[in-house]
């Protein structure tokens, strides 16, 4: 289902109360956003799928689509893809249906939602709709009514009142609609399910992590992740600076863990261009911290509110000189907070720098999904304990992670330095310290045991799909397709990309003669990154595109049944 | 203030790293000042981190025997302001040159008079690039002609630390003279006691590469106003644009809420995973 319309039409608040009532009444579903540049006033949508179990791909196609106008519905009508089964409610106070639209065979319903909400006092069209929303699915109006109240609750009873009333004449106008799609209900008790977006479960991942401690400046689409945590991280005994810059943002984090407190920056791809000499320090210091990068269409400002995979270059190898650093990235929503826990400890644990890459539409999607369960490890950073005779900050240890002394340990204290330096943190110029200290920081993250955690893979069969992020949805959509039709396939989407587990992937691609790496870019970025590192099958092919037009399912699984079969 | 014994002396705030800066350098006098600072207020080592970003100057933490961070070209303001946010309890001291806070580093330096964290910022100014060979720096007269980088002058008018400090809001502006290490620690002992952001720009000569500076020493004196220190910006403002740059004391000092974090132990984890349940 999508929802479209200027700003100020309420779409995704519509999507947002759609989404929560139907999470109450026991369905699974995702919310995805698209968005135009414009502050107030630009084009908006809300992307909704449901589903009886949890949603991590946002459909091939929409089924209903409900248009309140169609201003600017040029810049992003090819994402929004009809079938000729589909149904258009339109309101014809919006203007008249675009071409494109018309050209896919849809059924056009003209619908008058702004009429119809001007005739209720402090009515709104976005209700009109959620209440036709409600009669065409099956959505309890009582569920929708309860889930509209308590969101408008500040706003005065007049608003819900009105809210109310348009629910319930909407709901009225669609029975004599003819439209039938039940929502899929899973039948499971709410206790255990959350609604939760990839921004937030970011955000939550640190916190569990144990980050006390960001620095972070505005930036789309990142500034929701900064203004869930503000609050949040100050209740529990935390603190995050809007910092001046980006500069200033990775500097101050770096500050904040020298101090011994986990700590992380947020941002999208121009910000962590800027930050990427205050991660080069992160490394050569051997401070820890995290850094992420929510992705968005490039280069330079580029597409601020759509996503893109493109900054994978830049986290693998944006640093000058040689900087060994951690690179992850969440697979889905959920993911998204063991994800960055994992970063967190990764950092705590290696004393370098982890940047996690998540993605606009991994960031701003609301999901429902069931409570991700709560992870064992336990950040762990190796201190230095006061009046240690002799205290080298940098010494050379077998598995290269040497004590950090923390201001306020007697005894130990040191200089943290981006200058080359000897164990005891020294400067040197001098070959034989670059060499060991080179090796040092390498060999600290290849030695590292990742456990499981590097990829996830299923399946089995001779094919394969490599991928990473917010592509694994609609891989794992394509593959259960395939399978569907006799072709088993294996996935494997990776969550540590740096440093790559070679021999872990070797293994996992044990047996397959055919692989397809999938990705959002348009230069191919991480299939050549993986054909750099590792033997892939002489039958290796890529699928790439570069944002804002999110891979469909249909056309992977197109490719894995082209020949393969 | 932690109070040590009362045996602690400068040395033992010394390391045994042994300087980079060529004979005659301003910044041995800046050193010794800082050290006798921390002396005169017994602090104990563990408790001081000494910041600094990059430049001849900001090599000084390693020749300190505090905590400190040596970090990159411009930054130190913001890797100070992360440090004392995370730990409270520190006492910060950041050290640079004038192209390392009023250059690369320019941004940082207003954000962090506006932020007026409770911490201490001392530039060593010598108005010139020194680690990298003789550049003009923002402070260099325009129309000094020794680099080859900039043969005929910057034709830019140079940059007015302490006034600047001031309009961005630090709350302790001073201005001092390395050849004078004992009134500077004086200084430095008054900016380390300022609740606030206060900020010290130290006349420090380069006899390398501005060997005129040698004459500096004959041309500082105190500022000839009583009126100074001032808590009225104004009248700092008037004797801060009077002033040759050659005027040395504490130009302003001003009390105002210092920058604190919110501290409010309320909640678990636990409690913040309630708002996502349906």
Redesign the interface.
Known sequence: MALIGSGGAGVVTVGNLLL?AA??DGSYGLMRRSAGPQIRGGESAALLRFADTPVEYAGDYYQLLIAFDWRHAERFIDEIRLAASSCVLHDPAGGDVPEPIVHTGARLIPIEMQTQAREIECGRANMIALGLVSSITGLKLETISSTVSRSLSAKGENVIAGACACLERGANMGQSLGIELPLPIAHVG??D????TGN?ACG?GA??GGV??V?GYPITPASEMLEWLAP?L????G?L?Q???E???V???????????P?MTVTSGPGLALMT??I??AVA?ETPIVVIDVMRGGPSTGIPTKSEQTDLNIALYGMHGEAPHVVVAPVSIPDSVFTTQWAVHLAESLQTAVIVLSDQQLAQSRM?VN?PPDIGFVTRRVTAQAGVENYRRYALRADGVSAM?I?????V???????EHDER???STGSHDHLRQLNKRATKLTGFDYGDHWADIEGDGTIAVVTWGSCTGAVKEAIRRVGEQGVPVRLIALRLLAPLCKQQLNQALEGVERVLVVEQTFSRQFYHYLRSQVDLPKFTESLARPGPLPLAASEISAMLLVDGA | MNPLSDKIEPKDYKSD?KPVWCPGCGDFGVLNAITKALASLRL????V???SGIGCSS?V??YT????????H??AL??????????P??HIVVAGGDGDGFSIGG??F??ACRRNMDMTYIVMDNEVYGMTKGQASPTTAPDWTESELTPSGTHARPFQPAAIALAAGATFIARAFSGKPNTLAQMVVLAMQHPGFAFIQVLSPCPTFRPEQKEWKNIVRPFAVDALPTSDPALAALHCQRDDGMSTGVIYVEARPVWK?????????DD??QE???
């Open positions: 929560e999470a109450v709410t206790e399910r959350w609604t939760i937030q939550l916190l569990k006390r401690f620095a949040r100050a209740k529990m005994g603190c600076i910092a001046e810059d500069l200033a943002s500097n101050m984090i770096l500050g904040a863990s020298y101090g011994g407190v700590a000499e205050g080069g320090l210091s429902v409570r002394a201001p306020g340990t007697i005894g204290n040191y200089t943290a330095d981006g200058l943190g020294t400067p | 790293v104990a080592p563990e408790q981190a000494l910041i090599r933490p390693a025997n505090v905590y400190g961070f040596h970090g990159i411009g930054r913001a890797l100070g302001a992360g440090l004392k946010a995370a730990r309890d520190l941004n940082h207003l954000h974090r919110s501290d409010m132990q309320e909640i678990a984890i913040i995973e996502f349940r349906i």
